[in-house]
């Protein structure tokens, strides 16, 4: 059972454009969810996070949404670049559970010139 | 910046086969951690430990053991590799006391295994 979930699977933007990544989790005790960016040949690295006791997070063209009643975020990436073409781990996990992450299986950003 | 890194990057072995996975962190990190990376399966914790000499069991940890000798070094061990154990192999650490911000880790570069 996949506690986080991710959709979709893959997305293709012309640059410019604004890219939207869902995420839905299960847990209700999930406070904190971080989202990371990983290249081919590359290990994850975090882009932007979020804690439930807010309801948007924004740095430069990445914004989290958060919606704690339906459980779900999106991560929106406005004026989308070559560069952001990356794949994108939506993951969660809550206070005093010793840093454990949860993550979702990814969506694959493909951003065309 | 966070440093981790991994060694070998890449480990070709055979089934039944020893294998030892090291991991480094030089920026004085409470936790490490062991993930798998696998298509249709994202990223599972493997291990986890909080310092040195403690060792904490993740989500999937059949075949595997591992051990964190020192502040910095954590290791993981597949001591009859299997094909299933065929993977993207990362590592992570984090500091959840002060320091870098709660709850972020920091990944290596990974190490992708072949078990034949």
């Known amino acids: 059972q996949q506690q986080v979930r991710q959709s979709p699977q893959s997305l293709t933007v012309w640059e410019g454009e604004t890219a939207i990544l869902n995420c839905s989790y299960e847990?209700?005790?999930?406070?904190?969810f971080p989202w990371y960016q990983q290249f081919p040949g590359e290990g994850p690295a975090l882009l932007i996070s979020?804690?439930?006791?807010?309801d948007k997070k924004e740095d430069g063209r990445f914004t989290i949404f958060f919606n704690k009643r339906e459980k779900k975020l999106s991560l929106h990436i406005t004026d989308s670049q070559p560069g952001d073409s990356a794949t994108y781990f939506c993951?969660?996990?809550?206070?005093?559970?010793?840093?454990?992450?949860?993550f979702g299986l990814g969506t694959t950003l493909q951003v065309q010139p | 910046e966070a440093a981790v890194t991994q060694s070998p990057r890449n480990k070709v072995t055979v089934t039944g086969g020893n294998v030892t996975l090291s991991c480094r962190q030089t920026?004085?990190?409470?936790?490490m951690y062991w993930y798998r990376q696998d298509t249709g399966h994202g990223l599972r914790l493997i291990h986890y430990?909080?310092?040195?000499?403690?060792?904490q069991i993740g989500d999937v940890p059949d075949g595997y053991k591992a051990t964190r000798t020192t502040q910095e070094d954590f290791f993981l061990l597949l001591e009859l590799a299997s094909p299933s154990q065929t993977s993207l192999y990362f590592c992570?650490?984090?500091?959840?006391?002060?320091?870098?911000?709660?709850?972020?880790?920091?990944f290596g570069p990974g190490t992708r295994l072949l078990v034949l």
């Open positions: 992570a650490s984090s500091a959840l006391t002060g320091g870098a911000p709660r709850d972020t880790q920091y």
């Open positions: 430990s909080y310092g040195a000499g403690n060792l």
């Open positions: 979020i804690r439930s006791v807010s």
């Open positions: 993951a969660a996990s809550a206070t005093g559970n010793t840093g454990k992450l949860i």
């Open positions: 847990d209700s005790t999930f406070n904190y």
């Open positions: 920026n004085s990190h409470n936790y």
